[in-house]
């Protein structure tokens, strides 16, 4: 087991941030948390900070005022950290990606393990995504 | 001289339309002034909308917010059909009617179980999500998605609504209503959300029209505004509702005023699926040729107030000029009435029964010294301090438990 796998065997600490979406995909990340779908079984948990995290889970396309912030974010996330994208926002910029302040997509300003596509993506596509790269070895 | 501090709240809460950023200056516990900052959420869809055709336009709109997402549309498609100048089929009109009332029935349990979050209800926040479930259920059943339906399209909807599946929607319909009689029942009588929210964040009749604020924040305040009743469109001249008012104006009318109007749409979605019934299927849409020179104007009412989309077109098959006004803009101005003077821990909860979705503030909020700019409160702190005082209400006896 690498050092990667150890640091991801138990519960994932997930923190999100939501650049300019639509909020859909952010709903549908807190759809997760609630009884009918309920991620926490699974230990993933939505905290806070960004220094206690091990996802950051950024959905939306990026403009030019969240680039900074989500670089910096990631520089102040403890490593090794998984990085996913959700929505075809998150993936591409989606619809906005023609936009006049757009500055992502988000594989563009970070690197991203893995991608969630979807408009939004259904809670469930979410929660395998999260899980299967949990799994991935 | 007393100290002031400087707590800004923001800039990013994924859930509200516009993600801002507020700064609550403060003296001690008390708010005495608050700013706020636009701009975080900048896509440029007015600018976008022109270089699509009407078509494209209305999956773009509905992406401007994804809890409103019939408003916009609504709105645009009345502007659209403004130029043209057609009145669309009655059973295009009932299908866009049923849509707009379940998304106003999802964004109001979406408001009341972010709000129980703040109040440090989670219960009431488990709640209210869970049994938005079977909202979206109905929605994935009759447009295929559960958020960004896709509906609506100049001239009538993309998609009918069988009338085979009509008992079924009947069926949920029941279920949901059922539900919210369980939530209004158990927010309505508990005696600490009373205590907490009764006299909190008032907005007089005067203020509401000073500021130009719209849907349930005015309604709360006695100001008897509805663009479905003030300006008929789609089916609501078509069936009986009421609309309902309170006069308070406290944080706790809001809340009465939204659970009395989801009791609203699920019978205006009743009496249309009804309809629908009588109806023969198939007769959604008309043939639109081409979209004549000329200047339109469509309003909605959107879960959170009046929707306003101004549109140019030259006669091309892309909008010229788009204009698009969202309630919220208004509406948020008020804080500067209903916040000021609260103590902080009311204050975020003033915040948040004005906007229906202010739940991720915590995550960068943080209070800091103004004088040396250390950092003092941090956003877990800040809901910890409307925690403690909903649990110290709750010793001091205010509830009965
Ligand atoms: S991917 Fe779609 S649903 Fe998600 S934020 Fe973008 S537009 Fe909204």
Redesign the pocket.
Do not use: F, Q, V, Y
């Given at each position: 087991m690498g050092f990667k796998d150890y640091c991801f065997r138990k519960s994932l600490w997930v923190f999100h941030f939501g650049g300019a979406?639509?909020n859909?995909?952010d709903i549908e990340i807190l759809d997760c948390l609630t009884p009918r779908h309920d991620l926490e079984r699974f230990g993933i948990l939505l905290v806070g900070s960004i220094r206690h995290a091990d996802v950051l889970l950024v959905?939306?396309?990026i403009n030019m005022r969240d680039k900074d912030r989500l670089l910096e974010l990631y520089h102040q996330a403890p490593k090794p950290l998984l990085v996913v994208a959700i929505?075809?926002?998150?993936c591409t910029g989606?619809?906005f990606a023609e936009g006049m302040t757009f500055a992502g997509p988000v594989d563009k300003i970070i690197p991203v393990d893995a991608y969630i596509p979807g408009?939004?993506p259904k809670p469930e596509a979410i929660i395998a995504g999260i899980v299967k790269l949990a799994g991935k070895k | 001289m007393s100290r002031k501090t400087l707590i800004p709240i923001g800039p990013y809460h994924p859930l509200q339309e516009e993600p801002e950023l507020f700064k609550l200056y403060c003296d001690g516990e008390i708010v005495t002034d608050i700013k706020w900052e636009t701009g975080y959420n900048h896509r440029g869809i007015e600018k976008l909308s022109e270089s699509k055709s009407y078509d494209q336009v209305f999956f773009l709109v509905e992406?401007i917010c994804?809890i409103c997402s019939t408003s916009h549309p609504f709105a645009f498609a009345n502007a659209v059909e403004e130029i043209v100048a057609v009145e669309i089929t009655d059973r295009a009109k009932y299908i866009r009617s049923i849509i707009g009332e379940l998304e106003r029935i999802h964004s109001h349990l979406l408001w009341v179980g972010l709000a129980g979050h703040f109040l440090g209800y989670n219960t009431v926040f488990m709640w209210a999500w869970k049994y938005r479930e079977p909202v979206l259920d109905l929605f994935e059943m009759i447009t295929g998605n559960r958020?960004?339906y896709a509906m609506f399209k100049v001239g009538g909807v993309r998609r009918d609504i069988e009338n085979s599946k009509i008992p079924a929607i009947r069926k949920e319909i029941a279920v949901i209503r059922k539900k919210i009689d369980l939530l209004t029942g158990a927010v309505m009588d508990d005696p600490v959300i009373h205590a907490r929210t009764k006299g909190v964040g008032i907005l007089t009749r005067q203020d509401i029209i000073d500021y130009g604020a719209v849907g349930p924040t005015a309604r709360a305040s006695g100001v008897d505004i509805d663009v479905r009743r003030d300006d008929p469109y789609a089916a609501y001249p078509l069936v009986n509702w009421k609309v309902i008012t309170a006069q308070a104006g406290d944080v706790f009318a809001k809340a009465e005023v939204r659970l009395l109007e989801m009791y609203e749409s699920a019978s205006i979605i009743e009496q249309c699926i009804d309809a629908l019934e009588k109806m023969k299927e198939g007769d959604i849409t008309l043939k639109i040729n081409e979209i004549p020179e000329g200047l339109g104007t469509g309003r909605a009412e959107a879960p959170r107030g009046e929707v306003f989309h101004f549109v140019v077109s030259d006669g091309s098959n892309s909008p010229a000029r788009h204009k698009i006004r969202a309630p919220s803009y208004t509406n948020i101005a008020t804080f500067k009435k209903s916040c000021i003077g609260q103590t902080i821990a009311d204050a975020t909860l003033s915040l948040a029964a004005v906007d229906p979705c202010y739940c991720c503030t915590e995550r960068m909020a943080a209070a800091y010294d103004n004088s040396s700019g250390k950092k003092i409160l941090n956003a877990n702190e800040l809901i910890a301090l409307s925690l403690k005082r909903t649990s110290e209400l709750r010793k001091s006896g205010t509830g009965h438990e």
């Open positions: 979406s639509c859909n995909c959905n939306g396309s929505g075809a926002c998150g989606g619809i408009c939004p | 992406r994804g958020n960004s």
